[in-house]
């Protein structure tokens, strides 16, 4: 089985060759339907879909009649701001035929890397697939400066797939994936199908930069490598064709890359071994019992807690004899933590005056300890 039909959650990522028409700058409309037309099919074979788009700039700049080849960064800035509109409406307009709705999701490097920005980013994304919303993500290039930049789309979707412990990441590009003899090739290239482990003689193997787009094959090459690191397979694979993503399930020309794990395992290990703990919960035998069947930490079972934490941070879980039962992430404060303590899901609420997780710590962000 390939792995589009084994994902449950697809980032595809679009570049700027393709979104464009390279003849006149504008939306490629006969392109972006054929691909609405796919992504309805995954949408109703039951898969979440997230859509990492390129373009906005090269709109832009077509649109602002701005003829110099290399923008500077408030031009760039300014064709960003006029072409995103533009590139929203377009996806807009192709994927309510299918009653698709859309959202615009814009991101900084800071928004992936500072972590109540991660956050923040990453409940509006599960909402919105909760909603059976489709994220379009861009690089906010309006505001971002050279030091808090992605630099190009393939790093900015590698990222959003990990937050979002996506299953498969879709790389589409002008190329069919990577051949053994790139970026010098032969007449006879050779087109590598699969890649279980990408190391420095993979690396090697590099195009150009696309005519619209900023990323060549060693950003996809980097990408593939952040995202499988994760537990996200990765495929590169030709846009342009009439239909891509059938092309790939159809086993087509493409290049996949083995993901080490799965991005739940993945998201697990990174929890029990990257992070120091900044508090700790302690929770009674009901609670304790609930752990052991690999459900979720409720306020509830918790009868006290130390320490000084916010949300999102590590915290040790303990039961009343001080043996530690698992770490994981917490998803309230040390300050709103203390007053939930003891109470129902139904009356955080109430006590906080306002709506929260139920959960102090859910069951995903949340590893047992193995004694």
Request: with cysteine; net charge positive.
């Given at each position: 089985?390939?792995?589009?039909?084994?994902?449950?959650?697809?980032?595809?990522k679009?570049?700027?060759?393709?979104?464009?028409?390279?003849?006149?700058?504008?939306?490629?409309?006969?392109?972006?339907?054929?691909?609405?037309?796919?992504?309805?099919?995954?949408?109703r074979?039951?898969?979440?879909?997230i859509?990492?788009?390129?373009?906005?700039?090269?709109?832009?700049?077509?649109?602002?009649?701005?003829?110099?080849k290399?923008?500077?960064?408030?031009?760039?800035?300014?064709?960003?701001a006029?072409?995103?509109?533009?590139?929203?409406?377009?996806?807009?307009?192709?994927?309510?035929k299918?009653?698709?709705?859309?959202?615009?999701?814009?991101?900084?490097?800071?928004?992936?890397?500072?972590?109540?920005?991660?956050?923040?980013?990453?409940?509006?994304f599960?909402?919105?697939?909760?909603?059976?919303?489709?994220p379009?993500?861009?690089?906010?290039?309006?505001?971002?400066?050279?030091e808090?930049?992605f630099?190009?789309?393939?790093?900015?979707?590698?990222?959003v797939?990990?937050?979002?412990?996506?299953?498969?990441?879709?790389?589409?590009?002008?190329?069919?994936?990577?051949?053994?003899?790139?970026?010098?090739f032969?007449?006879t290239?050779?087109?590598?199908?699969?890649?279980?482990?990408?190391n420095p003689?993979?690396?090697?193997?590099?195009?150009?930069?696309?005519?619209?787009?900023?990323?060549g094959?060693?950003?996809?090459?980097?990408?593939?490598?952040?995202?499988t690191?994760?537990g996200?397979?990765?495929?590169?694979?030709k846009?342009?064709?009439?239909?891509p993503?059938?092309?790939?399930?159809?086993?087509?020309?493409?290049?996949?890359f083995?993901?080490?794990g799965?991005?739940?395992?993945?998201?697990?290990?990174w929890?029990?071994?990257?992070?120091?703990p900044?508090?700790?919960?302690f929770?009674?035998?009901?609670?304790?019992?609930?752990?052991?069947?690999?459900?979720?930490?409720?306020?509830?079972?918790?009868?006290?807690?130390?320490?000084?934490?916010?949300?999102?941070d590590?915290?040790?879980?303990?039961?009343?004899?001080?043996?530690?039962?698992?770490?994981?992430?917490?998803?309230?404060?040390?300050?709103?933590?203390?007053?939930?303590?003891?109470?129902?899901?139904?009356?955080?609420?109430?006590?906080?005056?306002?709506?929260g997780?139920?959960?102090?710590?859910?069951?995903?962000?949340?590893?047992?300890?193995?004694?």
């Open positions: 089985m390939n792995p589009i039909s084994k994902a449950k959650r697809i980032v595809i679009i570049g700027s060759s393709l979104i464009i028409d390279q003849n006149n700058g504008r939306i490629n409309n006969e392109w972006l339907s054929i691909l609405s037309s796919e992504i309805n099919n995954l949408i074979g039951g898969k979440e879909i859509i990492v788009s390129s373009g906005a700039i090269g709109l832009g700049k077509e649109y602002l009649n701005i003829k110099t290399t923008l500077k960064l408030e031009e760039s800035q300014a064709a960003a006029a072409g995103q509109s533009m590139l929203i409406h377009a996806y807009n307009q192709k994927l309510e299918y009653n698709i709705k859309i959202a615009q999701i814009l991101l900084t490097l800071d928004d992936t890397e500072e972590r109540r920005k991660y956050l923040n980013a990453k409940n509006t599960d909402m919105l697939l909760k909603l059976n919303v489709i379009i993500v861009n690089e906010n290039d309006t505001i971002a400066t050279s808090i930049r630099g190009d789309n393939d790093t900015l979707s590698a990222r797939a990990i937050m979002m412990s996506a299953d498969c990441l879709i790389l589409l590009s002008n190329v069919d994936g990577l051949y053994s003899d790139g970026p010098n032969s007449k290239p050779n087109l590598l199908k699969r890649v279980d482990e990408i003689e993979i690396e090697k193997m590099a195009g150009d930069s696309s005519g619209y787009g900023k990323g094959m060693v950003t996809k090459i980097n990408a593939a490598k952040l995202a690191s994760s996200c397979a990765t495929i590169i694979a846009g342009s064709l009439n239909k993503i059938e092309n790939i399930i159809n086993n087509g020309k493409h290049t996949f083995k993901p080490i799965t991005p739940q395992s993945a998201r697990k290990k929890i029990a071994s990257s992070l120091n900044l508090g700790r919960l929770i009674d035998n009901g609670a304790k019992n609930a752990l052991n069947q690999n459900k979720s930490l409720l306020p509830a079972g918790v009868v006290r807690v130390s320490g000084k934490f916010s949300r999102g590590l915290v040790l879980i303990l039961d009343e004899k001080d043996n530690i039962l698992a770490r994981g992430l917490v998803a309230y404060s040390y300050e709103d933590a203390q007053l939930i303590i003891g109470h129902k899901s139904s009356e955080i609420e109430k006590v906080l005056g306002y709506r997780r139920d959960e102090l710590v859910h069951r995903d962000d949340l590893v047992t300890e193995i004694n």
